[in-house]
């Protein structure tokens, strides 16, 4: 059973950066894409963005395309979230997640079958 570990979230100010890091255990990284997602109170948890097995395709939620990255280093099994020009709507745990394929194809929480334990991010106002 992989385990993923986060890490990297906090506190920020409306317009501020930050980078999550999602370390997964294994070998065989590479042959599974990964995904972040997010929940904030009182809602569902939804898609942010996600990464092929070979780092080579992307996608992104609209509501964060254009401010963040998702990429990963295949050496170090660990997956990164930059997060740009961070709004309140922001405000959430994020998780990542990994798909049972080395392929994107979805963006539905339930064809991830690994997900970590969160890390928090509250941008404020």
């Known amino acids: 059973q992989v385990q993923l570990v986060e890490s990297g979230g906090g506190l920020v100010q409306v317009g501020g950066s930050l980078r999550l890091s999602c370390a997964a255990s294994?070998?065989?990284?590479?042959?599974?894409?990964m995904g972040w997602f997010r929940q904030a109170p009182g809602k569902e948890r939804e898609f942010v963005a996600a990464?092929?097995?070979?780092?080579?395709?992307?996608t992104y939620a609209d509501s964060v395309k254009g401010r963040f990255t998702v990429s990963r280093d295949n050496d170090k099994n660990t997956v990164y979230l930059q997060m740009n020009s961070l709004k309140a709507d922001d405000t959430a745990i994020y998780y990542c997640?990994?798909?049972?394929?080395?392929?994107?194809?979805?963006?539905?929480?339930?064809?991830?079958?690994?997900w970590g334990q969160g890390t928090q991010v509250t941008v404020s106002s």
């Open positions: 990464i092929s097995g070979s780092g080579g395709s992307t």
């Open positions: 294994g070998r065989t990284f590479s042959t599974y894409a």
């Open positions: 997640a990994r798909r049972g394929t080395r392929f994107l194809g979805t963006t539905r929480v339930a064809d991830f079958e690994s």
